[in-house]
């Protein structure tokens, strides 16, 4: 009797054993595993291994169990937060790729500031605010290189009136975009023209892109300003009135400092 039972048990275990060694498919929550793990839920998720990693080129504290290097495909949740400037880490997924932590998930930032109003700046008032990008402050969230675009706009105002004769000018300054104690100048030069009816603010757009490795948690100062030169053939020779240039205009054409992280 004890025989029969022992072979009743031992059968089907020997049967399910050898199907499991032959397929290798395990399921949780499911009876058709469609991988080699096949975790099927509708409210919970999977909880990797939680650990504080200290740089990206270190692989410790995580350890293979059978001993010898860690096992490229290692898949941990990092926890720690570091900004030395070098092989920081920051909270998320990471894979061991046989020399370092990758980071399986993009690090990004994005940051936009714009004009909040619009500015006429005289020919005789030198460099001015724009306003909304005066004494701004921007705060790396990485170390890391990031991508610095000025959108610049400017209009002239208008030339003076001669008569029928047409006259096609251009009304000219500078930007002055500052940047953590550095300045960098972009020119600036609009076209005005009459012929019985004057054409003023013909909106001409500018750019500069800056590239700079910033460190995480450190704040950098900046600024725009604009430079009105000297107008000799505009209204009021652009110190007032309608010969003053246009800066900007927030709902259509306003210009913005844009910082982006594009990486180590």
């Given amino acids: 009797m004890k025989t029969k039972l022992l072979n009743r048990v ?5 049967f399910l054993l050898a199907t499991l060694c032959s397929f290798g498919q395990v399921g949780i929550n499911t009876t058709t595993p469609e991988g080699i793990l096949d975790v099927s839920s509708n409210t919970h998720g999977i ?3 939680r650990v504080a990693l200290s740089a990206t080129n270190i ?3 995580v350890v293979n169990p059978q001993g010898g290097s860690l096992a490229i495909g290692t898949v941990i949740y990092n926890t720690n937060e570091t900004s030395t400037g070098s092989n920081d880490v920051y909270k998320g997924i990471y894979v061991w ?3 370092e932590w ?3 998930f993009t690090k990004k930032q994005v940051y936009m500031v714009t004009q909040t109003s619009m500015m006429r700046p005289k020919s005789s008032d030198g460099y001015v605010n724009v306003p909304g990008l005066a004494s701004q402050n921007f705060t790396a969230k990485y170390t890391g290189t990031y991508r610095i675009e000025v959108s610049m706009n400017f209009g002239g105002g208008y030339v003076t009136n001669n008569g029928p004769t047409i006259d ?3 009304h000219e300054g500078n930007f002055r975009f500052t940047f953590d104690g550095t300045n960098y100048i972009t020119p600036a030069k609009t076209y005005c023209t009459i012929l019985g009816t004057r054409y003023y603010a013909i909106w001409e757009q500018f750019t500069k892109v800056i590239y700079v490795d910033l460190v995480a948690g450190q704040s950098y100062n900046f600024r725009l300003q604009f430079d009105a030169l000297a107008a000799p053939y ?3 020779s652009g110190n007032s009135g309608n010969g003053r240039g246009y800066i900007g205009i927030p709902d259509h054409a306003p210009c913005s400092v ?3 992280y594009i990486g180590e």
């Fill in 168 to 170: 096609i000018l251009t």
């Fill in 59 to 61: 692989s410790a504290p």
């Fill in 10 to 14: 031992f059968t089907p275990a020997c």
């Fill in 258 to 260: 844009e910082f982006t």
């Fill in 102 to 104: 990758y980071n399986k």
């Fill in 97 to 99: 790729n046989g020399s």
């Fill in 47 to 49: 909880v990797l291994p």
């Fill in 234 to 236: 505009f209204d009021n």
